[in-house]
């Protein structure tokens, strides 16, 4: 039930041409429906009255004919087109759903998703929800209603007859697809989950081709993806199978409802308590009436695989433990400017971790503040930015902005990260930059690289913003990956600018240089500084020292320099 809700909810915007959609699908039906008991019921009451040698009019059924089978063709074109319009339209929304609900927590990537399951899930699992409304959806709202219209109009003319041919509805409409539903959860999970293994070894192998050649494991990796290859092909056959099988069922129960009909309408004709050509009309009737059921039992035969990836696409979307949740941001504050952020008495640990990753934590960001957080790795450090873009919950304690309390995450609406991991993508610099800043011309790029300490960089290349990057950013080394993710932060247009570890990989004169103009230009932003490294904490107005997602200290840097405490010790450590 939670996956029919899911994929009904899909729909959400575009219900009126899913509606419509419906509408036309069960137009065509009832036109072909009708089309073949008329005709049914028009050859036989022909032959009666040629036997009897009485004049017969041709012209009605003759001319309702025409109309069913015009009804019938031009149906199925609008069907298709509407339909179809409403799939496409729904391709283009999920997939901009997922994006948008995706982009806040990509700068601190997604813990527990390689990028190949990622791919699986943004590739072929969002390709089986697009085909739902189409292959799922639109077959059992159309097989319920044309149903009902069928079994009420055969009620009209004869109750038992038309009892057999619910009861022949409801076998190929409900048991046949329950059944093969039944058999195809285990294939249809076991296919999605194969194919997502598949890629991530795919991925592994592409990306660590040099790795497995250097250690003589090129082999043994490719025997295991051979491996997950048989597993998926075996799981796809299964499936293929029950779905031969489900069409071939309901070929078969149309031709004995059409018998079952006819065995029981044959002796109320007999009696007379049936007209013959009533009881052809409705042995036809049955037979058609199966057109509307027949897709139902591959419908469902690949139930358990959508209901697979339906559970693979949902946390994407729905921001629940292993994503970020939706920010609640107060509707009087100005989001051009910087909000006043306070974190008070935050808890908060990892999902399934036993250790708290924050403990207590009190911290203060006024609007324009320059705060550093320092401490060893694992001391809580992007722990708090992963807080404030709502990739974390706290367990207790409060976010506030501008003194009200809010929901976690709401501080996302104002961040630009430069994260201690670049994630840069496959293809020219300009690309890469214009993910913050799609409007970014190209004396803004060039300007933002210059304040990253790019520019030398920059100038040096070939095509200059045309240069094309591979992923990840090769072949940049790690200290010119992180520069490029500082500028591109400097595009965006969040007002809290978050640097984390800026200057890894960086020489001390190039990390100096690049602090020094980020902190003396970036004059109206909040800058937060998260580093294990004393360069540039000499512009901070405030240092927090982390440990163990404790504060041992805070304040004014030169202050806490000038006397025995955590930071000062901090300060000798790094420059011994």
């Avoid at 609008?78 to 409403?86: F, G, I, P, S, V």
């Avoid at 709401?410 to 993508?425: D, M, R």
């Avoid at 200290?553 to 420059?575: H, M, V």
Wanted: hydrophobic share 50%; with cysteine; proline share 6%.
């Amino acid at each position: 039930m939670r996956t029919l809700i899911f994929l009904a909810g899909l729909l959400k915007g575009n219900r009126r041409r899913a509606a419509a959609g419906l509408a036309l699908a069960v137009v065509s039906m009832l036109a072909n429906i009708a089309l073949m008991a008329v005709s049914g019921w028009f050859l036989t009451g022909m032959a009666l009255a040629g036997a009897a040698g009485a004049a017969y009019n041709v012209f009605l059924p003759s001319s309702l004919i025409r109309g069913c089978a015009i009804l019938r063709t031009g149906g199925r074109y609008l069907e298709r087109l509407a339909t179809h319009e409403a799939t496409f339209r729904l391709i283009g929304a999920l997939r901009a759903r997922v994006f948008l609900a995706l982009a806040p927590r990509l700068p601190f990537g997604l813990p527990g998703l390689h990028s190949g399951d990622l791919a699986a899930r943004l590739g072929g699992d969002l390709d089986s929800l697009q085909r739902a409304y189409l292959q799922v959806l639109v077959p059992s709202a159309a097989a319920l209603l044309v149903g009902a219209a069928v079994v009420a109009y055969g009620w009209s003319l004869a109750p038992a007859i038309a009892a057999v041919i619910a009861g022949g509805l409801l076998l190929g409409g409900v048991g046949l697809p329950a059944l093969l539903a039944l058999a195809g959860r285990r294939p249809g999970r076991e296919a999605v989950a194969a194919a997502s293994a598949l890629r991530v070894w795919a991925v592994d192998m592409a990306e660590g081709r040099e790795e497995l050649a250097a250690f003589a494991a090129t082999d043994r990796h490719g025997a295991r993806m051979d491996g997950l290859q048989s597993r998926l092909e075996a799981a796809q056959r299964r499936a293929t199978r029950q779905d031969a099988l489900g069409v071939a069922g309901a070929q078969a129960l149309g031709s004995l409802l059409l018998w079952a009909v006819l065995l029981v309408g044959a002796p109320q004709v007999v009696v007379g308590a049936l007209a013959a050509p009533d009881l052809a009309l409705l042995a036809f009737l049955g037979l058609a009436s199966v057109e509307a059921v027949g897709p139902l039992a591959s419908a469902f035969q690949a139930w358990g695989a959508l209901a697979a990836a339906s559970e693979r696409v949902r946390p994407l979307l729905d921001g629940d433990a292993s994503g970020p949740a939706a920010a609640e941001v107060p509707a009087a504050v100005d989001r051009r400017a910087a909000p006043h952020v306070r974190l008070e008495a935050v808890r908060l640990r990892y999902p399934g971790a036993a250790a708290l990753a924050l403990d207590g934590l009190t911290l203060d960001l006024p609007p324009g503040s320059r705060v550093a957080l320092v401490g060893p790795s694992g001391s809580g450090k992007s722990t708090v930015v992963a807080l404030l873009a709502g990739f974390l919950r706290p367990e207790s304690g409060a976010l506030e902005l501008d003194g009200r309390p809010v929901r976690d995450g709401a501080a996302a609406a104002w961040l630009a990260v430069a994260p201690q991991t670049p994630h840069l993508l496959a293809g020219s610099v300009r690309r890469n930059l214009a993910v913050a800043a799609p409007d970014a011309d190209e004396a803004a790029m060039v300007e933002a690289c210059g304040k990253a300490g790019l520019g030398g960089w920059l100038a040096g290349l070939p095509d200059g913003l045309e240069t094309m990057i591979g992923a990840g950013g090769r072949p940049m080394s790690g200290g010119e990956a992180r520069r490029l993710a500082v500028a591109r932060a400097l595009l965006g247009d969040g007002p809290l600018l978050v640097l984390d570890e800026p200057g890894e990989g960086l020489d001390p004169a190039t990390e100096q240089a690049m602090l020094g103009r980020l902190l003396t230009e970036e004059t109206g932003r909040t800058i937060l500084l998260i580093t294990h490294r004393p360069t540039g904490l000499e512009l901070m107005d405030h240092v927090a020292v982390l440990d163990r997602g404790r504060v041992l200290e805070q304040g004014d840097p030169r202050t806490l320099a000038g006397r025995d405490g955590p930071f000062r010790r901090f300060l000798e450590r790094s420059f011994v």
